[in-house]
């Protein structure tokens, strides 16, 4: 079965740390993906990644970064948490192969940051 | 204008009845357009997608396409209390997808 698996299903930070939230999939994709949900404001795009150490910044990059040094793994860091990162935060990966390009989700990670 | 716009709801419809969610997008270089429903805690999970103009069917859900329009749809018929959930829309621009914020629909029993 295609897995996508955050590293953490919830997480409690303190203002001024260094987090980061680990994504990893099985599925040989391309693409990746970082999202944070928000009541009222639905997904909103952090950074993506197409190829292995690509980064492209999504719609709210400000105070996140990224990696990917391996297909299968794309991490996001919040250089200094603050309490406005508190939020639901999911990984997506999809393929160029098929057509469609679909998302598979992991499980996200809450995260709070106090 | 928001790029994915979606009626929040709460849609309430009676067990058995038909659901019907709505979802207009901005850019008319989108390119497929999908729908996810999301349980209260879960991640969002694929229902179907949908990249020509017309209706498509995949059991009791229905997605139609108006580009012209610049209208998505789903269908659920034969809503069932397993249903309930948030239905969120979505549309791709090459490799990325926007999402709207989403519909809440509750079928009651």
């Known amino acids: 079965d295609v897995k996508v698996t955050q590293s953490s299903r919830y997480l409690v930070k303190r203002t001024g740390e260094k987090v980061f939230l680990e994504c990893v999939q099985d599925m040989d994709h391309e693409n990746m993906f970082w999202y944070r949900q928000d009541p009222g404001l639905g997904l909103r795009l952090i950074y993506f990644s197409y190829d292995v150490k690509m980064k492209e910044k999504g719609d709210i990059p400000e105070g996140y970064s990224v990696s990917r040094e391996k297909k299968e793994r794309f991490s996001l860091i919040l250089e200094s948490a603050s309490t406005n990162q508190t939020s639901m935060y999911l990984c997506a990966s999809s393929t160029n192969r098929g057509g469609d390009y679909g998302y598979t989700f992991g499980s996200g990670t809450r995260l709070t940051v106090v | 204008q928001k790029e994915v716009e979606q009626n929040s709801g709460p849609l309430s419809v009676p067990e058995g009845a038909i659901a019907s969610l709505n979802c207009t997008y901005s850019?008319?270089?989108?390119?497929?357009f999908f729908w996810y429903r999301q349980y209260s805690g879960k991640s969002p999970e694929l229902i179907m997608f949908i990249y020509s103009n017309g209706d498509k069917e995949d059991g009791r859900f229905t997605a139609q396409l108006n580009k012209a329009s610049q209208y998505v749809s789903l269908l659920i018929r034969d809503s069932q209390p397993s249903d309930s959930a948030t239905y969120l829309c979505a549309v791709r621009r090459d490799y990325k997808l926007s999402f709207g914020a989403g519909t809440t629909v509750t079928v009651r029993a």
């Open positions: 850019d008319r270089g989108s390119q497929s």
